[in-house]
């Protein structure tokens, strides 16, 4: 579903990325690891449109990601693709269903029918009675779940999630592995994880190995 060839990236002469080739199928958990430094992120943002590469070609859905620009890209993004970073990025002013919704809401959806969806996901990660908190009344793990589910409003066809129980205790971290498992066998939902954690790694059904800018093992 997801075919990356020959990504390049290098920011001044620092080279981060030196001709990464992979390919991510439907309904599969796969995660990349490897040390600080080894292009991970860079990889994660770039596949995800949040950044550009050098030289390459991405896929997603068989549409050509790379020659996509502006608005076009920007509504790509939107309706195919969920993002889970490692830090919740929720918006303080709004509750956890209303950030739920938001991406919905941006892409043009029936207000309603954003909301009862919303609710279904946060219902399905044990938040139905948390509907109307503000991210400052929610904890962590809390907070990191209406991501999920904000990640989740638009049906995407993948979930990139970088880092994302960087940020939680290992018990919460845990929930959260057991999350995106349950989450791709009840919906059918693809991820592409980044991650130091060897054990939510170990969970996924493929693990690729980055060192010095390069897939080195699988």
């Given amino acids: 579903m997801l075919v990356a060839k020959e990504i390049h990236k290098a920011y001044g002469v620092l080279d981060v990325l030196k001709g990464v080739s992979l390919q991510i199928n439907k309904k599969e958990i796969a995660s990349i690891i490897g040390s600080s430094g080894a292009g991970k992120s860079t990889l994660l943002h770039i596949l995800g449109t949040l950044d550009t590469p050098d030289s390459g070609e991405i896929y997603l ?23 889970v970073f490692q830090f919740h990025h929720l918006l303080p002013e709004f509750t956890a269903l209303e950030n739920v919704c938001i991406p919905g809401w941006i892409a043009g959806r029936k207000r309603k029918e954003t909301e009862q969806q919303a609710i279904k996901l946060l219902q399905t990660l044990n938040l139905g009675k948390r509907l109307d908190n503000k991210p400052q009344a929610l904890s962590g793990g809390e907070q990191q779940r209406v991501a999920v589910a904000r990640a989740l409003i638009n049906n995407p066809s993948i ?8 940020n939680l205790d290992s018990t919460n971290a845990k929930e959260l592995h057991h999350l995106f498992v349950e989450l791709r066998d009840q919906f059918n939902q693809t991820f592409l994880i980044v991650t130091h954690n060897e054990e939510l790694a170990g969970m996924s059904d493929r693990v690729l190995h980055m060192r010095d ?3 080195v093992a699988e």
């Fill in 61 to 83: 859905n068989n549409t050509a990601l790379h020659t996509l620009k502006g608005k076009a890209l920007a509504a790509f993004r939107n309706k195919y693709i969920g993002f």
């Fill in 159 to 166: 979930v990139f999630a970088d880092e994302p129980t960087g």
């Fill in 213 to 215: 800018g390069q897939i």
